[in-house]
């Protein structure tokens, strides 16, 4: 069965720190990976994606992502946050039988204070 | 480029009554489309996939009777919430992709705010 775990359901950094929100992942065959932010009554943003190649990816608003095949992990990564950066983080993958098919983790939320 | 629209952005209705939310694909051709239901504090949950021209295809435990979906074009996937009740309130989020330009990213809508009295 194909899933996704974003193992903090709330992560708190100081503005200007650098950030981290964790997403690992279970599926069969090769994944494709995303992030997506969503503010409050909002709909999701597309972030970034990793499909193949550099397992790096760098995405909106100065985000990154790392690829980490052996640890099934695609953790989001901002070098320094800032207070706009406050919102609902979903990591989602694409892979398995019905390849049309997202799922996604259940969110963290990202606390950014001044 | 990639813009999904949705209206309305919020309904307040009666219980009993139905409710059609749309969603548009204003710069590209969707050629599937998918419903999301959202709780507070939650992650999505997908109820459907609608694809042009086909029936849409309904996730265990999602009543196709209720929850009505029809793609008529590639621009447009309407879903129907039929004889609303409060339990059907939600937040709905719909997201389109194109399949036949091989796109590999679904772009989302900004959601409907359902409130069913």
């Known amino acids: 069965a194909q899933s996704v775990a974003q193992p903090e359901d709330q992560v708190n950094v100081a503005e200007g720190n650098p950030l981290t929100v964790k997403c690992t992942y279970s599926?069969?065959?090769?994944?494709?990976l995303f992030w997506y932010v969503q503010y409050p009554n909002r709909g999701l943003q597309f972030l970034l994606k990793?499909?193949?190649?550099?397992?790096l990816v760098k995405g909106s608003y100065g985000f990154e992502a790392e690829f980490n095949k052996s640890q099934t992990s695609f953790h989001l990564k901002k070098p320094s946050a800032l207070v706009s950066d406050s919102a609902l983080y979903f990591c989602a993958v694409r892979a398995g039988g019905n390849f049309n098919k997202f799922y996604f983790g259940s969110g963290t939320k990202l606390n950014v204070k001044p | 480029g990639a813009v999904v629209s949705q209206h309305p952005s919020w309904v307040i209705c009666k219980s009993g009554t139905s409710v059609k939310i749309e969603c548009r694909s204003l710069d590209f051709q969707a050629t599937t489309m998918f419903w999301y239901r959202q709780f507070p504090k939650q992650s999505l949950m997908l109820m459907a996939t609608s694809n042009e021209g086909s029936k849409a295809t309904y996730e265990q435990g999602v009543e196709k009777d209720k929850f009505l979906i029809n793609h008529a074009s590639l621009t447009l996937s309407t879903l129907t919430v039929t004889s609303a009740h409060p339990e059907d309130s939600s937040f709905y989020i719909c997201s389109a992709f194109d399949l036949l330009a091989m796109a590999d990213t679904q772009y989302f809508g900004p959601g409907t705010r359902l409130t069913v009295l």
């Open positions: 990793y499909i193949t190649g550099d397992n």
């Open positions: 599926v069969s065959g090769n994944p494709y």
